[in-house]
């Protein structure tokens, strides 16, 4: 789950109120957030995925004064009237690179420029998006600049790297575009989502005046947001317009949870763009009906519960014919449709393990006829004295390694060796078994019924999950003769006639491992593992084992109706 | 004294099960001890007692070549001289390497035949074995061992030694009366002449460690029980699962920190399977907020401007079992229905105490008309009583194919409150595409969690637990 370190004592700012470790895990527990832990001032917040806004102060809080029933409706986020219409024209060299633009102006309300800490909860936020939402800038990043000496239209394009000197943000002097790309650590870290070749992004208003070089840096000339500041202009550049537009939605909520306003910012896409960004100028509403509402959770609402369960979430809704329309805040990604309003009542009215409801079933349960098959094994390895195994289907590469390398599915991004691969056979568990238990004494008889996926080369696409059936046997003077004993004593039990044939296993004394063939089908492997194996695995008694292909099996045994 | 096992037979004229079985009522008694001596010895196998015998073929052309002089001889002669495939490549490749042929046919000695050696490294060695003389030449005797000449064989020598409690007992009465019942005694008749030794039948006996099912299989199958009892439907798929059905068709999106959630492994080398074109059609168009083919308006704003199809074909493990819902759902069944499916699941994740990369799941849907999130909230209630837990309690959580969705918590004695019961009802957008017009509730359970509550586990990795004596009743 995303999780960010916050300010507690920001945090009570907005709030009003102290907020001790105890009463925050109360109150956050009804929403999508959760306390992790306080040290101090740090304030460490964990929340869903879809609800990325209360990964700040402020959405936190507004989330919190609803839950609280001490606000309710959705927080003042008025349009500028008056405000002068800003530009952004996209070059069309953006396009194969990065062509998605969007971007809003925000103004500060009368008498309250930006301050330090509204500034420095928009900057923690915005590398919470950068990580999260923009998928570490890749998808989406974005830029918050003053509009005190920029002219508009600005515009954004892929420039040669050699025409752009740049002072970077925290920097006083500049330096080549090219020096900047070799020697800046942000640079390396994301350098490539803005360049192509010898020609970089750069974003620079109608006097040539350089903001930033997306997605990596802002300029420390002209892209310098300061307390006292009273337009910002707020942009994302990104891999698609939805994307550009959820971050800059979502960064918007650290504004207008304090009382800032904002106007449209217009992108003209350059004409044969792919995909270009566009003003918000027409808000989101959802439509939600009475009957879905009633139908999806389960309780008769009365209108005003569901317009004040709808304000306690910090939303407002409009009584329309059979329901409501709401209107979706622009830090609300997560509201796509009318589920999601339901699911807004729903969490802002609460609902408590009581008040389930039990449905009796109309329908009969059952097991898959083949799960039944393979449940027979079980009392059958019992019987014999085998310890029943659940071993993982990932195994690791030190046993893969003590077995031969025989061809399995390789985990393209494990997490350690002890899971790298999805095992081809239940014999490789039963070694990493055997290889764990040499400090117990012997004979060990081990068994386990478990799916496999099939390697590369066996005529079935790779990958593909089979179901096995397997016995280990080690102890001294064991050998062979005893698991043909025991595979032909399981067959006989399945009412199937067997033929046993040579066949050179990799991970078996040569001439002592076969197949069983069934009908012609081969149902199963059997051998006696050589002493370089059993060496690997520190294993000091012979080994023998015997492994059933149970998915091969059962359509030979079924006719039978033995099961 | 100690005495090896091996030289008992003769002193005592018993047969060697007798032996090993009072052995092993001895030491269990703690009257006797043992002492194991590992060693290793090579030996011929078969083929290369056969090989000493016949000659190992490298020896017999060398020995043809020899005789056919500067004429050499055609490497298709061979056959007919006795040669099967693998032993003229086996020849042929082992004089090239040693320098005694060239790489020209037909086939020629490169030097004169008083250079030829009187035994290779080969004979030397197997010879050598036969004659149980000590082997140097290591590289040479690996080489053999590849081609299945020789091998290594392991002996344990048993060394057996009373105990201080073993040297005390009283042996008079012991050797005039005797233990157990033969086969011998009661064919010859001879047990009329033979006193039986009483036994203690207050000591206790060898302790027997017996299999029994492996806890956390036998609790889960348990719980399927409980499912089947309730009117579930079992159902399976594959564990190595195509992007679409694991995530496209469940409405997660494609590019967005909420699939990370259920970060995937990827593995090599499997091939790509392209979903099925109509269903494809309309996951995409749910994906992208636009209109389902057939509908008039969208289902919802959906998730991105761009599908991609190619997205959808890549093989990862599956990652959850709504996986096999949804492929349960896309074969139409008939409403009501209720299916279920205790599977396991893979995601990239750091192994500790409460996470696995590898985990079981227990997927449920069920679907009819009336169905809403307050009879989710009453399944988890069922299934969690039907345990033996009673404290549940709910938040709300999010899960890219439901609205709403809930998380059921149950108090574990050590670890508090745990997450075990998570779902919700399905989304538009997951339920239209695959034309399910009913309301469906859906969970996947972390049955693995759920377990460690039942069977007082505290650590998630026990559930795994293989170690010999724990699982066979002996001490945890």
Not at chain 1, 140 to 158: H, K, V
Not at chain 2, 214 to 230: C, K, Q, R, S, T
Request: net charge negative; hydrophobic share 40%.
């Amino acid at each position: 789950m995303p999780q960010e370190h916050l300010s507690l004592s920001r945090l009570e700012r907005l709030l009003g109120s102290s907020a001790t470790e105890a009463n925050l895990t109360e109150w956050l527990f009804p929403t999508k957030a959760e306390l992790e832990r306080i040290h101090g001032d740090d304030l460490t917040i964990s929340v869903t995925p879809d609800r990325l806004d209360l990964l700040t102060e402020t959405g936190l809080s507004l989330a919190l004064a609803g839950a609280l029933d001490r606000t309710r409706g959705p927080p003042p986020w008025p349009r500028r009237p008056d405000a002068e219409r800003f530009a952004v024209q996209i070059d069309r060299s953006v396009a194969p690179l990065r062509p998605a633009l969007a971007a809003i102006r925000v103004h500060a309300p009368h008498g309250r420029p930006l301050d330090s800490d509204l500034l420095a909860e928009a900057i923690r936020f915005q590398e919470t998006l950068h990580a999260t939402v923009g998928r570490d800038r890749r998808a989406a990043s974005l830029g918050m600049y003053p509009l005190r000496e920029l002219r508009s239209p600005l515009r954004y394009a892929l420039e040669p790297i050699d025409q752009v000197r740049f002072t970077p943000l925290g920097e006083t002097s500049a330096r080549t575009a090219r020096e900047f790309y070799a020697q800046h650590p942000f640079a390396e870290k994301y350098g490539a989502y803005g360049r192509v070749d010898d020609r970089i992004l750069t974003l620079r208003d109608a006097e040539g005046h350089l903001l930033s070089l997306p997605p990596i840096l802002n300029s420390g000339s002209y892209g310098e947001a300061r307390p006292g500041d009273l337009d910002l202009l707020l942009e994302s550049t990104g891999l698609t317009e939805r994307t550009t537009q959820e971050i800059l939605g979502l960064l918007e909520v650290v504004f207008a949870g304090r009382g800032w306003s904002w106007s449209p910012v217009s992108v003209h896409p350059a004409r044969e763009a792919e995909s270009a960004g566009a003003a918000r100028d027409v808000p989101i509403r959802i439509h939600l009906t009475s009957r879905a509402l009633a139908e999806r959770t389960g309780y008769a609402l009365s209108p005003p519960e569901v317009e004040e369960w709808l304000r306690r979430a910090r939303l407002g809704a409009r009584a329309v014919p059979g329901g409501w329309e709401v209107e979706v805040p622009p830090w609300r990604p997560d509201l796509l449709g009318e589920v999601d309003l339901t699911e807004e009542v729903l969490v802002a009215r609460g609902l408590t393990a009581e008040e389930g409801r039990i449905l009796p079933s109309r329908t009969r349960g059952g097991r898959l006829e083949e799960v039944r098959f393979r449940r027979r094994w079980a009392p059958l390895f019992l019987g014999l004295g085998a310890t029943p195994l659940c071993n993982t289907v990932l195994v690791s590469a030190d046993t893969v390694e003590a077995l031969g390398s025989p061809p399995a599915i390789r985990i393209e991004n494990p997490v350690s060796r002890e899971y790298a691969y999805a095992r081809p056979s239940l014999l490789l568990s039963m070694a990493g078994t055997l290889r764990r238990n040499t400090r117990h004494g012997y004979p060990q008889i081990w068994s386990e019924i478990g799916p496999i996926l099939d390697p590369p080369g066996t005529g079935r696409a790779a990958g593909s999950t089979r179901y096995h059936a397997a016995l280990a046997w080690a102890e001294e003077g064991r050998g062979f003769s005893d698991v043909a004993a025991i595979s032909d004593c399981l067959l006989d039990a399945l009412d199937v006639s067997s033929v046993r044939e040579p066949f050179d296993h990799s991970s078996a004394i040569v001439g002592r491992s076969a197949r069983v063939r069934v009908a012609g089908v081969e149902v199963a492997e059997l051998g006696e593992l050589h002493p370089r194996v059993l060496e690997a695995l520190g294993v000091p008694v012979p080994v023998a084992w015997f492994e059933a292909d149970l998915s091969a099996l059962w359509p030979l045994v079924r006719p039978s109706g033995t099961h | 004294m100690p005495i090896e096992e091996g030289a008992i037979p003769e002193l005592t004229g018993l047969s060697p099960d007798q032996i090993r079985g009072a052995l092993q009522r001895l030491k269990s008694k703690r009257l006797a001890v043992v002492e194991e001596l590992h060693r290793s010895e090579p030996s011929l196998t078969p083929r290369g007692r056969a090989a000493l015998v016949d000659r190992l073929p490298e020896r017999r052309l060398l020995d043809l070549l020899h005789a056919a002089g500067s004429a050499g001889i055609p490497i298709s002669a061979l056959p007919a001289a006795g040669f099967s495939g693998e032993e003229r490549s086996a020849a042929i490749g082992r004089l090239r390497r040693a320098g005694y042929l060239d790489g020209t046919t037909p086939l020629r000695l490169k030097v004169d035949s008083g250079s030829l050696p009187a035994r290779l490294p080969e004979e030397a060695v197997l010879e050598a074995i036969d004659r149980a003389q000590p082997v140097d030449d290591q590289a040479t005797f690996r080489q053999l061992e590849r081609r299945g000449l020789v091998q290594t064989e392991h002996h344990t020598m048993k060394r057996w030694a009373a105990t201080e409690a073993g040297r005390r007992l009283p042996l008079d009465d012991i050797d005039s009366q005797v233990g157990p019942v033969t086969a011998g005694m009661l064919l010859g008749g001879r047990w009329r002449e033979l006193s039986f030794r009483p036994y203690d039948v207050r000591s206790p006996p060898p302790h027997r460690l017996s299999p029994r099912p492996h806890p956390y299989a036998a609790w889960l199958e348990e719980f399927e029980e409980i499912l089947v009892g309730l009117g579930f439907q079992q159902a399976e798929g594959p564990l190595l699962e195509t992007e679409f059905w694991n995530a496209d068709v469940l409405f997660m999106p494609q590019d967005h920190p909420a699939r990370s959630i259920h970060d995937a492994l990827t593995v090599e080398g499997a091939p790509e399977i392209p979903p099925p074109e109509p269903l494809l059609l309309r996951v995409a168009a749910a994906h992208e907020g636009r209109p389902l083919p057939g509908l008039a308006v969208p289902l919802s704003r959906g998730w991105s401007d761009r599908y991609d199809p190619a997205v959808a074909r890549r093989p990862v493990l599956r990652s959850q079992t709504t996986a096999v819902s949804a492929r349960f759902l896309a074969d139409g069944p008939r409403p009501p229905f209720r299916m279920f499916s205790i599977d396991r699941n893979f995601r990239r994740e750091e192994v500790d105490a409460r996470h696995h990369l590898e985990f079981t799941q227990c997927e449920g849907v069920l679907g009819e008309e009336g169905v809403s999130i307050r009879h989710v909230v009453g399944m988890f209630r069922e299934l969690a009583e039907a345990i033996g837990v009673r404290e549940l309690k709910l938040r709300p959580s999010y899960f890219p194919f439901t609205e709403p969705s809930i998380e059921g918590y149950v108090r574990h004695p050590l670890l508090g409150w745990i997450e075990v019961f998570p779902g919700g009802l399905l989304r538009p957008e997951v339920l239209a595409p695959l034309g399910v017009e009913v309301p469906v509730a859906a969970w996947g359970i972390g049955i693995a969690r759920l377990a460690m509550v039942a069977l007082g586990v505290n650590d998630i990795r026990e559930l795994y637990d293989d170690d010999y004596l724990r699982l066979r009743g002996g001490n945890r």
